[in-house]
């Protein structure tokens, strides 16, 4: 009989992320990016998935339903003091399941590695904001850093859809609604979650995923409104962002589309997490606050996202922060190796990330010089 409870505490005592359930090989954690086997248990077989799939389930007939006709299932359970997001796959017909940790307590905003230029834009009255990036980089996380940033300084309604609710918070100066999306849950889809948001008289709105054309034109109708809308992505820079954004429209309706992204998006952080020097998860945060000259690239017939990059790099006075630097800045500081940070560009940029790492070192002497002299020393 599979001991989940034991798979869990383990999970939880080794500090691991996300929990692999897959017949035919042992219970996996992902423990900093790396994939350790569970100690001291057996190999999974059909009968254990299907005891797991019980465990989760836990005799729901809707959720059962959803699997029986989808193959699918995301849902959310809680474990001690830990939230898990559970999703429910099939392979072969049999069950495969992964879980993914969520700490009740969010860790502090400023350990996170979030520039502080992206909590300040939090106080925009209006507009979209976008946290974008891979699967497991760390976007959920910053998302509900904000919202709880949110929460402790301002006085504001937010509401936020989700699938499922990962974090949950308590209404400190801000009122909070957290509405969970999927059939029988709060709202069915999240278009129709965002649509309906515009009679709930919120401030800001929070949607875990723009997945669909639907979702990013309620998104930015619910921004042309008067609403700051935060949302994520599944993109890997924010030049590509920008792109995927205007795709997601005919090619008739993209002239139009680039009109109303480039008046109402404000600001998009696209982050990445590697393994640091110390093992630890290090975040590698690219920043493009949308100024009149990213307005006026995304307004043009054909976008160049070399030309946005480019904007990036040279707009570090307003804000914005590009890839290569924020590499730069961590391996001048010893946090991730040359190697790491070369892997993280395309080979065209690799002299560009030398120049500024030296560029970075002779900034960083001069300062300490100078600040010796003030010293008299």
Do not use: W
């Amino acid at each position: 009989m599979i001991d989940i409870d034991k798979i869990l505490n383990q999970a939880i005592e080794r500090d691991a992320s996300d929990v692999h359930l897959i017949c035919g090989i042992k219970p996996i954690l992902r423990i900093r990016r790396d994939l350790l086997e569970v100690e001291g248990t057996e190999i999974l077989t059909e009968e254990d998935m299907i005891d797991i799939y019980d465990y989760f389930v836990r005799g729901n007939l809707d959720k059962d339903k959803i699997y029986k006709e989808t193959k699918k299932l995301d849902a959310s359970h809680e474990f001690g003091n830990i939230r898990l997001r559970v999703n429910i796959s099939s392979v072969d017909e049999v069950p495969v399941v992964v879980l993914r940790l969520v700490k009740n307590e969010l860790p502090k905003y400023e350990d996170l590695g979030v520039p502080d230029i992206v909590r300040r834009m939090m106080s925009q009255p209006q507009g979209l904001v976008l946290v974008t990036g891979k699967t497991n980089s760390g976007k959920t996380t910053t998302l509900n850093a904000l919202i709880n940033q949110i929460n402790e300084n301002q006085n504001k309604k937010i509401l936020t859809l989700e699938n499922p609710v990962e974090y949950k918070h308590k209404c400190k100066k801000s009122i909070i609604v957290q509405k969970e999306i999927g059939v029988g849950r709060d709202c069915l889809t999240y278009s129709s979650g965002v649509k309906n948001c515009l009679r709930e008289d919120c401030d800001i709105l929070i949607i875990g995923e723009i997945r669909d054309k639907e979702t990013m034109e309620a998104a930015i109708e619910t921004a042309e409104a008067g609403h700051l809308v935060i949302g994520t992505l599944h993109t890997k820079s924010c030049a590509e962002t920008i792109d995927r954004m205007i795709n997601f429209y005919d090619v008739r309706d993209q002239q139009t589309i680039k009109y109303l992204i480039a008046s109402l998006l404000k600001l998009v952080v696209s982050q990445r997490l590697l393994k640091g020097k110390d093992n630890s998860l290090v975040l590698v945060p690219e920043v493009m606050v949308v100024d009149n000259i990213v307005a006026g690239m995304i307004r043009k017939d054909k976008l160049s996202v070399s030309e946005i990059e480019d904007a990036i790099q040279s707009s570090s006075e307003k804000g914005s922060i590009s890839l290569i630097n924020s590499l730069a800045e961590l391996f001048t500081d010893d946090k991730i190796t040359l190697d790491q940070a070369k892997s993280q560009i395309e080979e065209k940029n690799i002299e560009v990330l030398n120049r500024t790492i030296m560029q970075l070192k002779i900034k960083r002497d001069n300062l300490a010089k100078a600040q010796m002299n003030s010293m008299g020393m």
